[in-house]
């Protein structure tokens, strides 16, 4: 597209992140996409370099592939100062567990329940039936598996704390949003100072898991319900919302963004997703943005 005349037209660079990155493919790459410049940048966990008013050109995403880089094509003038609010998805995306199936391999029940969370990630069943059915599984749990499983088991994805800094540092506001539990959501939000959290609430009596979650559940619609929410309070004259997410059920959220980030996620989210970071750490979001 021409920009109309006294417009300046808009550019766009390249960013490529990976574990580390060869000399080589980062020349290939340049010359491929006819970039005019390259910027090293401080990755965090990854390698990772800026190509300057660069082509978007189809074979760049084969050629990034084939040498296992993540690769996303940004407007030049993306700053990070512009992000207002970020949401993220809990499990599989801030930490690297499934919380519920963790939960349920306590008693020794994981393969039941984790097919049930692969199938709903997939968006083969619907995410509440899929809640439905695992938690009703768990029926009788005494609570303090909870506890073993946040302290055992439960841990952050790489780069996530480095991430949530990132973007704190230049005043965005921070949401966790998740189908998973309020027992979770609740001391992450105490220890990574998330600005708001949102999940389900395990129905408890005794000391022990009833088998149900109490009314309303929160499903995808609600995820990007809340992240709307936080647009109208935090972003109301315009700025940056971004979503990061990883299974079906973060689409809605996804789409409500205007920057969304499939991370280490599901074919079908990566396809819907502005971009996909499936090599990196969290942290490599913050890359996208000079």
Do not use: W
């Amino acid at each position: 597209m021409i920009a109309p005349a006294g417009v300046k037209a808009a550019t766009t660079d390249l960013v490529l992140q990976a574990p580390a990155i060869g000399a080589a493919d980062i020349a290939k790459i340049a010359e491929l996409a006819d970039a005019q410049g390259i910027r090293v940048l401080d990755g965090g966990m990854q390698q990772a370099f800026r190509l300057l008013r660069a082509n978007p050109h189809a074979g760049v995403a084969l050629l990034c592939a084939k040498a296992g880089i993540d690769s996303a094509f940004v407007p030049s003038d993306l700053k990070r100062d512009r992000v207002r609010v970020v949401a993220m998805d809990m499990d599989s995306t801030l930490i690297t567990i499934e919380c519920i199936d963790e939960i349920a391999d306590i008693v020794g029940i994981k393969p039941e329940v984790a097919a049930i969370t692969a199938s709903a990630m997939r968006g083969e069943i619907d995410f509440s039936e899929s809640l439905a059915r695992r938690v009703a599984l768990l029926a009788g749990l005494p609570v303090t598996a909870l506890e073993r499983v946040y302290v055992e088991r439960l841990e952050l994805s790489p780069g996530a704390e480095r991430l949530l800094a990132g973007f704190k540092a230049v005043g965005a506001k921070t949401l966790l949003v998740s189908g998973g539990f309020t027992f979770f959501t609740d001391r992450l939000k105490a220890r990574l100072d998330f600005d708001e959290t949102a999940s389900n609430t395990l129905e408890i009596a005794n000391g022990k898991l009833t088998g149900r979650v109490l009314p309303p559940v929160l499903d995808g619609e609600t995820k990007a319900a809340r992240l709307s929410a936080m647009r109208q309070r935090h972003a109301p004259e315009g700025g940056i919302v971004i979503a990061i997410g990883d299974g079906a059920n973060d689409l809605p959220m996804l789409g409500a963004a205007d920057i969304s980030i499939a991370y280490h996620a599901k074919p079908l989210v990566r396809a819907q997703a502005t971009h996909a970071i499936d090599r990196c750490g969290l942290d490599a979001v913050l890359n996208l943005f000079a």
